[in-house]
């Protein structure tokens, strides 16, 4: 199943075509790809580390709609590598500076805010107003659900994942492989240290999510071949770049033969983690 | 007593959150005819690498991929799957940054 954005908007103005000249001059672009940009939307799980570079380049880009899920503020220890947040931002709503930032960069573009922690109960209402999924969550509970929310939605997730100098970036299309072919279960509790228990390079996040961003134009495009059935690891201290198989199991418990995950479920007690604590919800455009 | 080699030389690269068992080294090798002899090798050399690769029934657990040339052991005969000299094996871990560690984003 493919989310290639097909639909053919109304034609675009003098200052869009000069805005977007360099992507328009492709023969893999031209003005019916830019027009298939702006037609598209994009929901991104997190304004944060992976999430921040994602929705830059979506934006500069011109993609119509980017949805921001995320209800952190932002923290000094942030701004070593989210780039959607600068010094006086801090304190603030991580939402609002990555809104603020990105309409700056490019006004054209709508920014939906969804000031909420992404939840079993919200997750779907909240995909089914977009046509990709990009996920930059830090935790695998929110990974677990992203996957199987987009799975049962329907919608092509373009994944990515850091940690210390490594990345790790994929593609999953309903019906060809998930998450849970790639990591049937989370790690323990623990077991896998977080970004701010072991340490990030800053710019590893830009390298993995300006990754995630092509293969998002790719998929809105229709063009090149994507990271579907391949999971691309990224070390950048020796600066090798490897892609290793990934193949739908047929044992899935969510996509393959015999399904028992059929609706979404507590990702915290199959992760084994404790829940988030939810500030006030609010969605706004 | 001169060591007898068990098996064919075998590369294996180790991801940088791996790496503090193998001294810093990206890529270590080990001897070994089967994947499940290489990991045990690369114990004797590191001793506690098996606590990272294996769980307390000694088998790989779910969130840690083992590619033998790109392909998962499960997808072969798990760490049953016979290597041949030069092969090249990769300990991939499941990794969860993207926003901060406490939230939504690595």
Known sequence: MSNEVSRAPEALSPEEVMRYSRHIIMPQVGPQGQRKLRSASVLVIGAGGLGGPVALYLALAGVGKIGLVEFDTVDLSNLQRQVLHQTADIDRPKIVSAKETLEAYNPHVQVAMHHMPITSDNAMEIIADYDIVVNGADNFATRYLVNDACYLAGKTLVDGAILLFDGQATVYEPGKGCYRCLYPDPPPPGLVPSCAEAGVLGSITGIVGSIQATEVFKVILGQGKTLVNRLLLVDALTMEFRTMKLRRDPNCPLCGDHPTVTELIDYDAFCGSPPLEMPAATTTA | ?106
């Open chain 2, 1 to 106: 007593m001169k060591a007898t080699r068990i098996g064919m030389p075998v590369s294996i690269y180790i991801p940088s959150p791996f790496r503090r068992m193998t001294a810093n080294r990206e890529n270590v090798t080990a001897d070994g005819s089967t994947v499940g002899e290489v990991l045990d090798a690369l114990e004797r050399v590191y001793p506690g690498f098996a606590n990272l690769v294996y769980d307390d029934d000694h088998r790989v657990p779910t969130h840690i991929n083992v590619y033998l040339n790109n392909t998962e052991i499960h997808d072969l005969d798990g760490i049953e799957t016979k290597v041949a000299d030069g092969d090249q094996l990769a300990i991939i871990p499941a990794l969860a940054g993207g926003s901060d560690g406490d939230g939504e984003a690595a």
